[in-house]
Structure formats: structure tokens, C-alpha cells
């Protein structure tokens, strides 16, 4: 409830940071921020299936039809899924030598604050730890889109968890739509929705027994339904 009551002043980044935060208990914002998004959404999903079980389910509409498509997703499968590969990356197309490591949140919270237009440059700064052409060194936002695009498939194969895609074949048209999981915007709406649930119940309760929101939140799930089905009969 804390960090749900935190979270309603924050934005997007801030929002994941304090999810992170209960996922990894003990580090600090540095640490947080300095690990790559693959294995923070895998973190992620771990504390989803703690909280609210391991399937998820979602919806994606077609674009091709208005048909919506529904699909569920084991979170405890995609957290167990292989860490990030440890070590800078490296891609040559060429004559291009890159040597770079994957994204961190850190990184995206640059991107977001960069000026319209400029965040995958920023991305490119941040990550890029060596660049050259022909043997000569360049500046990150030298590199050729070719050479960007073998970079992002290389950070895609070393961090899975980083970027997740799912292609679904719709059932009305047979045409095939897309769908990204963002767990951490994800986990934040099924947080939000149980916070407010939760409020609502201790408001029903504290009203029909003058109880607490300590009291009432001390109750277990089970006997908190129990007495919230006696004031709806009674």
C-alpha cells in the first residue's frame, strides 16, 4: 500500500524504480537504476506471481479488424528465463567495430527526459562503450541505422527479457497482431486496482463496525470477504 500511495505522485520510471524496489529488497536507486531492463522485468515478474499469481491476461486489438484478442502468459516461466549475457556486446558489419552494453532504466530515464527526437541518440551516448570504422574511432551518433539495428537484435538475443513481443493470429481476419508486455505499467494497473479495492473495502468496513484501516487491513483476505458479505446481506 506504501508504495502504491508513492507511486500516484510518480511518473512511469518512478513507478518501476519503486516496484524494482520491493522485487530487490536492500539496493539503493544507483544499483537499481544500473541494471539491465532484461533482468529487472524478469525481477519483476517474480514479484508479480508473489503478489497476484504466475497468469497473466491480456488484450491486444487487431489491426486489421475489431476483433480483441485475448492470450495469457505464465509470469513464473518468462522470470526463470536466461539472465543477460554478462559483459559488453560487440557487432561488426562492415568495417563497423561496436562494443556496447544493453539498456538500463537508467538509460531510458535520460531517453525520457532528452529533448523530441533526441532519445535514441541519448540511448546510443549511454550505451556505446567503443565505436570504430575502418579502424578509426567515431562518435555513437555516427553509426549507421544498419549497424544500430544489429546492435538492438544482439541486445534483444543477450537481454530476452528486455523486449517482449508476442505475435498473435486473429481468429476474425487471420491477420497477425503484435503485442508488447511492459510488466512493469503492467504490474503498476493490477497494483492500483487492488490498492483502490482495498481502500474501498476498509471504507465499508471501518463504517459498519468502526473499525481501523490498521484493523481492517490486519484481517485476512478471506475473513475480510466474509464480513464484507455480512453488511451486503445485511
Given at each position: 500500500m506504501?508504495?502504491w500511495?508513492a507511486?500516484?505522485a510518480?511518473g512511469r ?9 520491493v522485487?530487490r529488497p536492500?539496493?539503493?536507486?544507483e ?5 539491465p531492463?532484461g533482468?529487472?522485468?524478469a525481477?519483476?515478474f ?9 497468469r497473466?491476461?491480456m ?6 479488424c475489431?476483433e480483441e484478442l485475448?492470450?495469457?502468459?505464465d509470469?513464473g516461466q ?5 539472465r543477460?549475457?554478462p559483459g ?5 558489419l562492415?568495417?563497423w567495430?561496436?562494443g ?6 537508467g538509460?531510458l530515464?535520460?531517453a525520457?527526459q532528452?529533448?523530441?527526437g533526441r532519445a ?5 551516448q549511454r550505451c556505446?562503450l567503443t565505436?570504430?570504422?575502418d579502424g578509426?574511432p567515431?562518435?555513437a ?13 544482439a ?8 523486449d517482449i513481443?508476442l505475435?498473435l ?6 491477420r497477425?497482431?503484435l ?13 492500483d486496482d487492488?490498492?483502490?479495492a482495498?481502500?474501498?473495502?476498509v471504507h ?12 481492517v487491513?490486519?484481517l485476512s483476505?478471506?475473513r ?7 453488511c451486503?446481506?445485511?
Amino acid at each position: 500500500m506504501a508504495i502504491w500511495e508513492a507511486g500516484l505522485a510518480a511518473g512511469r520510471t518512478g513507478r518501476a524504480l519503486l516496484l524494482h524496489s520491493v522485487a530487490r529488497p536492500g539496493a539503493g536507486p544507483e544499483e537499481l537504476l544500473a541494471v539491465p531492463l532484461g533482468e529487472r522485468d524478469a525481477e519483476l515478474f517474480g514479484l508479480r506471481t508473489a503478489l497476484f499469481g504466475e497468469r497473466l491476461t491480456m488484450r491486444a486489438g487487431c489491426p486489421g479488424c475489431p476483433e480483441e484478442l485475448e492470450f495469457t502468459l505464465d509470469a513464473g516461466q518468462v522470470a526463470g528465463a536466461a539472465r543477460p549475457v554478462p559483459g559488453p556486446l560487440r557487432v561488426e558489419l562492415d568495417g563497423w567495430r561496436v562494443g556496447f552494453r544493453p539498456a538500463t532504466p537508467g538509460d531510458l530515464a535520460a531517453a525520457e527526459q532528452a529533448p523530441a527526437g533526441r532519445a535514441r541518440a541519448v540511448l546510443l551516448q549511454r550505451c556505446v562503450l567503443t565505436a570504430e570504422h575502418d579502424g578509426e574511432p567515431v562518435a555513437a551518433r555516427q553509426l549507421p541505422g544498419p549497424v544500430q539495428r544489429r546492435m538492438a537484435e544482439a541486445a534483444a538475443a543477450a537481454d530476452p527479457c528486455a523486449d517482449i513481443r508476442l505475435n498473435l493470429d486473429c481468429p476474425g481476419c487471420g491477420r497477425q497482431a503484435l503485442a508488447e508486455l511492459d510488466i512493469a505499467s503492467y504490474l503498476w494497473e493490477e497494483l492500483d486496482d487492488w490498492a483502490r479495492a482495498t481502500l474501498l473495502d476498509v471504507h465499508l468496513l471501518a463504517t459498519a463496525y468502526g473499525w481501523s484501516e490498521p484493523e481492517v487491513l490486519a484481517l485476512s483476505p478471506l475473513r475480510r470477504r466474509y464480513y464484507l458479505e455480512l453488511c451486503a446481506d445485511a
